[in-house]
């Protein structure tokens, strides 16, 4: 078992910057595959970003490209969201989740574990 723990979320204006970090702990013994998801009230849950546990590898939906960066701490067991120049758009639930060493770090039904989500909302 995994247990995910996010931490971060807020209110910010358009423009702004946020840091979301997420805590694993529990089985974490190996080279777990994290994400982040959003949903938006209304919405299906929509890929954010994900890091490779095992090669490193990054990987980001398009409309966050270059405005969000993952980062991990691999002593800590923790991965970051820093989200940079944000949208009203980009305002939802964001959920960090784990999963085994795999391939498709982009399929939400890919990950066993998931945080309880943290809420970003910005405002216009």
């Known amino acids: 078992q995994v247990q995910l723990l996010e931490s971060g979320g807020g209110l910010v204006q358009a423009g702004g910057s946020l840091r979301l970090s997420c805590a694993a702990s529990g089985r974490t013994a190996g080279m777990i595959d994290m994400g982040w998801f959003r949903q938006a009230p209304g919405k299906e849950r929509e890929f954010v970003t994900a890091?490779?546990?095992?090669?490193?590898?990054?990987y980001y939906t398009e409309s966050v490209q270059g405005r969000f960066a993952i980062s991990r701490e691999y002593a800590k067991n923790t991965v970051h969201l820093r989200m940079n120049s944000l949208k009203p758009e980009d305002t939802a639930t964001y959920y960090c989740a784990a999963k085994a060493p795999g391939m498709n770090l982009r399929a939400a039904e890919e990950y066993d574990y998931w945080g309880q989500g943290t809420q970003v909302t910005v405002s216009s």
């Open positions: 890091m490779s546990g095992s090669s490193g590898l990054i």
